[in-house]
């Protein structure tokens, strides 16, 4: 059953295996494919990038997927995989850093102060939901049950969840209508004009939202070693200020 799985995860890159892979979290994939425009401006080969939850990610490295580079959207993930001894240590750094944020439609935005004892149902209403990654093993998810529940509110909420496979998917249900408020990140908001944020959720409820890169033993090339580089560079971090992450 455990070589099946390894086979299923692996099949969609199959045909990327030859070429330089990426694997990042969910909500880099606006601020990665900027990148990935400017590092093939300079005449490098077209990167292949694969977006989805960390923890996704982090399962199909272990497996084998041809990924040469790993940014997860949290430690957690990353220290998995180093236990695994799935990436190459000395090459990994926390490469930016974000917000968790209530999101809601601008046109419906309700502000309101998370504090201990907020009315967070009362802002779904009787029947709505509050879309949230899922809290088992999507970052933003984790992140945002730790927050819940420092501020007294995760016994009220979570049979109230909506929980989604990424943060962007938590996104997309709040912006299609299927839930009236979700938690994402605050660089995810910047995607999507219709909707805005409501509350930043105090960063003392939460860990440190961090972005640790990686090579993975795969990765230790020397392209592979050149794009890491390249995303500490000041044309790198241009594209992350301009979608609000913010230093590690």
């Given amino acids: 059953m455990r070589r099946l799985l390894a086979i299923l995860l692996l099949l969609p890159f ?6 330089l892979t990426v694997f990042a979290a969910a ?18 080969p077209k990167i292949t990038f694969s977006f989805a939850s960390s923890s996704t990610l982090a399962l199909q490295i272990e497996h084998g997927a041809p990924a040469a580079l790993f940014l997860s959207a949290d430690e957690k993930w990353m220290d998995e995989l180093a236990k695994k001894n799935a990436i190459i240590p000395v090459s990994r750094s926390d490469l930016v850093g974000n917000s968790l944020v209530l999101v809601e439609p601008a046109a419906k935005l309700q502000p309101i102060d998370l504090t201990q004892g907020t ?9 709505g939901r509050l879309a949230v990654g899922d809290p088992a093993h999507v970052p933003a998810g984790i992140y945002a049950q730790q927050s819940l529940t420092k501020l007294g509110l995760w016994d009220k909420i979570k049979p109230r969840l909506a929980p989604a496979d990424s943060v962007r998917s938590a ?14 990140y605050a660089t995810d908001v910047k995607i999507t004009p219709q909707l805005a944020v409501a509350a930043i959720f105090p960063p003392d409820t939460h860990d440190p939202i961090l972005y640790p890169v990686a090579l993975t033993k795969a990765g230790d090339t020397k392209e592979g070693r050149a794009f890491l580089a390249f995303l500490h560079s000041d044309q790198a971090k241009d594209v992350f200020d301009h979608y609000g992450f913010t230093k590690p």
Avoid: F
């Fill in 14 to 19: 199959a045909a990327h295996a030859a070429g």
């Fill in 27 to 44: 909500s880099m994939t606006n601020a990665m494919q900027d990148i990935g425009t400017l590092w093939a401006a300079k005449r490098h």
């Fill in 119 to 127: 009315k967070l149902l009362a802002l779904l209403g009787p029947a």
């Fill in 171 to 184: 996104l997309r249900l709040v912006e299609v209508g299927e839930a009236p408020a979700g938690i994402v």
